[in-house]
């Protein structure tokens, strides 16, 4: 049974001040960041309606006034209609391409007079709020039922698929980071692991193209080296008694010295049916010991190997369906392309202007880079390059533990909420802000492609302040409540 008395006294008493002050200097360093990029000397007030920075002020004005709002809604509203909110925003998804004007070729921005709003902002408090309805549904357990895990992928691929649809791919990639939520209640780590050695396959292929050992591009022959290591790590995980680690080891050195053999002998050898052949051999052969050993766990083996090889192969399908602007951004992050004019502009002055900062900075307004307008788009994707010019590593640093202590602190959150609910939703807010964060500062260094991904609380954006307030003081205010619940 639940037993709660709303008042503003309590809310007030039980609300987590720490997180409200975290990002209360968030958002007020994001404003003189977005004064600081966007400088006009002409132009000096930072609260002047033609400022960035003014027009960003107001659109703080507005938060605040709906994170209050937010605080006085019954905690218990958000748990009841959390599936109508989804329902209404994929809904508004679904229209907003074809109502939405194109700006830079994406169709994701609906306008309302001289104000414009991106419905992908929102979509990310309503599939948090969804999700967590879902496992807190009764006796809902994710690795209870192979469909317990449709119904969770489900919620988070449809915003996926619609913003898409929207030709919006950065947006679309944060729903990603939900898998971490569903890591955190039960989803194997093998899940994440493939993910991981899905991002090494794609990245290996796609930059090392040369013809390498027996004829074979290097980067795939580097990835069917990885795939047998994988192989033979797993069955030494699965099997107890190590005979077939042992096996495995056997085989794969005795094909190397027949190689290195024939190689001194100057024998041609068909590079890609012998490595290949080698692997699927191998898979088969954990396989039939599975089965024989009557031992499960070893298929993963076999199944990650098979799934690999055809991944590998499917690389360069997957680069093709990428837009060409896409595939330019991926190919100058993996450092295969430089095109310092055209793609790789962006990221080649926003690592000039950082590294110009030094370890102090050139000061308040100081900055040449930015403020000579060499890095695009500098308020906005690319904020913290001018942190790093005027601030400099010292600066980059102060943001980068304040983002720390943020998602820390709504783990900590997470972890004493007394309801599933609860726990879900601060996950996912928490891996939001991840994704964010590591993927803009990606970005900005050149470790990512640009994909359009903003610096929450300090990239100037309505929208994007707006989605990340909403999942914020939700989190408060079910927060706040924890001490009266009781299930």
């Known amino acids: 049974m639940i037993q709660q008395r709303n008042s503003g006294a309590s809310i007030l008493r039980n609300i987590d001040w720490i997180t409200v002050l975290l990002y209360l200097l968030m958002v007020a360093a994001g404003v003189v960041s977005i004064y600081a990029a966007s400088y006009d000397f002409d132009q000096a007030n930072m609260f002047s309606a033609n400022e960035f920075s003014g027009k960003q002020v107001r659109w703080i004005g507005l938060s605040f006034l709906l994170g209050l709002v937010i605080l006085l809604i019954d905690s218990r509203m958000y748990e009841t209609y959390a599936f109508p909110i989804y329902v209404v925003v994929m809904l508004l998804l679904l229209i907003t391409p074809y109502v939405a004007h194109d700006i830079k070729g994406s169709r994701s921005w609906i306008s309302f007079g001289s104000m414009s709003l991106q419905p992908a902002e929102f979509a990310k408090f309503a599939t948090a709020l969804a999700l967590a309805k879902l496992f807190s549904g009764y006796h809902f357990i994710l690795n209870a039922k192979f469909s317990n895990y449709v119904k969770a992928l489900v919620i988070i691929l449809l915003p996926i698929v619609l913003i898409l649809n929207q030709n919006e791919t950065g947006s679309a990639l944060t729903f990603m980071s939900l898998f971490f939520v569903l890591y955190r209640e039960g989803m194997s780590g093998l899940v994440l692991f493939a993910a991981l050695v899905s991002v090494v396959i794609f990245v290996v292929v796609v930059k090392f193209t040369d013809v390498g050992i027996m004829g074979i591009p290097s980067g795939e022959f580097a990835i069917m080296v990885m795939i047998a290591l994988?192989?033979?790590?797993?069955?030494?995980?699965?099997?107890?008694?190590?005979?077939?680690?042992?096996?495995?080891?056997?085989?794969?050195?005795?094909?190397?010295?027949?190689?290195?053999?024939?190689?001194?002998?100057?024998?041609?050898?068909?590079?890609?049916?012998?490595?290949?052949?080698?692997?699927?051999?191998?898979?088969?052969?954990?396989?039939?010991?599975?089965?024989?050993?009557?031992?499960?766990?070893?298929?993963?083996?076999?199944?990650?190997?098979?799934?690999?090889?055809?991944?590998?192969?499917?690389?360069?399908?997957?680069?093709?369906?990428?837009?060409?602007?896409?595939?330019?951004?991926?190919?100058?992050?993996?450092?295969?392309?430089?095109?310092?004019?055209?793609?790789?502009?962006?990221?080649?002055?926003?690592?000039?202007?950082?590294?110009?900062?030094?370890?102090?900075?050139?000061?308040?307004?100081?900055?040449?880079?930015?403020?000579?307008?060499?890095?695009?788009?500098?308020?906005?994707?690319?904020?913290?390059?001018?942190?790093?010019?005027?601030?400099?590593?010292?600066?980059?640093?102060?943001?980068?533990?304040?983002?720390?202590?943020?998602?820390?602190?709504?783990?900590?959150?997470?972890?004493?909420?007394?309801?599933?609910?609860?726990?879900?939703?601060?996950?996912?807010?928490?891996?939001?802000?991840?994704?964010?964060?590591?993927?803009?500062?990606?970005?900005?260094?050149?470790?990512?492609?640009?994909?359009?991904?903003?610096?929450?609380?300090?990239?100037?954006?309505?929208?994007?302040?707006?989605g990340f307030t909403i999942l914020l003081f939700i989190l408060l205010r079910i927060d706040a409540n924890r001490k009266i619940v009781r299930r």
């Open 230 to 466: 994988i192989i033979i790590t797993m069955s030494f995980i699965y099997d107890k008694h190590l005979t077939v680690t042992r096996n495995l080891v056997l085989g794969y050195a005795s094909l190397a010295i027949v190689l290195v053999v024939l190689g001194l002998c100057h024998v041609d050898i068909p590079g890609m049916p012998v490595m290949l052949g080698a692997i699927i051999a191998a898979c088969l052969y954990v396989a039939f010991e599975a089965i024989r050993l009557r031992r499960r766990k070893l298929f993963i083996a076999t199944a990650t190997g098979l799934l690999s090889v055809v991944f590998m192969f499917s690389v360069n399908i997957a680069f093709n369906y990428l837009q060409p602007h896409q595939q330019q951004r991926v190919l100058v992050a993996v450092g295969i392309v430089e095109d310092l004019r055209g793609a790789g502009y962006n990221v080649n002055q926003s690592k000039i202007a950082i590294g110009s900062g030094g370890f102090w900075g050139k000061g308040f307004l100081n900055g040449t880079q930015t403020k000579l307008k060499y890095v695009p788009e500098q308020h906005t994707d690319f904020i913290f390059c001018t942190i790093g010019e005027e601030e400099g590593f010292a600066g980059a640093l102060a943001v980068t533990l304040m983002f720390l202590i943020l998602i820390l602190r709504i783990i900590t959150l997470a972890e004493r909420q007394p309801t599933t609910f609860g726990r879900v939703y601060a996950y996912c807010v928490a891996s939001y802000l991840i994704f964010h964060f590591c993927i803009n500062i990606g970005m900005v260094i050149g470790l990512c492609p640009v994909i359009g991904i903003p610096l929450p609380f300090f990239s100037y954006g309505g929208s994007s302040l707006w």
